[in-house]
């Protein structure tokens, strides 16, 4: 079964950064456009950046200037490195691929905590 798996998350002050990774399975995946998406608790899963296989990008405007998406196709790996982290930013960071109706199976998702 082709995975998804992120990681890299932690606990880190407001102003720190982290970079997370999502590693797939599938030896296509440098064919995928790929986007990061975050879900804090009680609130719907939100899309934060997009990559095409190309390298363009998108972001959404709260992450907009701090967040960069990239991908190592050679590693089947994106990674979202954030910077100027807010305590607003903490959520459950998961990648996945798009369209929508291209999805694969959601991984277990990386842990952000910004706090003081």
């Known amino acids: 079964q082709v995975q998804l798996v992120e990681s890299g998350g932690g606990l880190v002050q407001p102003g720190g950064s982290l970079r997370l990774s999502c590693a797939s399975s599938?030896?296509?995946?440098?064919?995928?456009?790929m986007a990061w998406y975050r879900q804090a608790p009680g609130q719907q899963r939100e899309r934060v950046a997009t990559?095409?296989?190309?390298?363009?990008?998108d972001y959404a405007d709260s992450v907009k200037g701090r967040f960069t998406i990239s991908r190592d196709n050679a590693k089947n790996t994106v990674y979202l490195q954030m910077n100027s982290l807010k305590p607003e930013d903490t959520a459950v960071y998961y990648c996945?691929?798009?369209?929508?109706?291209?999805?694969?199976?959601w991984g277990q998702g990386t842990q952000v905590t910004v706090s003081s």
């Open positions: 996945n691929r798009l369209p929508r109706y291209l999805e694969m199976n």
């Open positions: 990559i095409t296989n190309a390298g363009g990008t």
């Open positions: 599938r030896s296509i995946f440098n064919t995928y456009t």
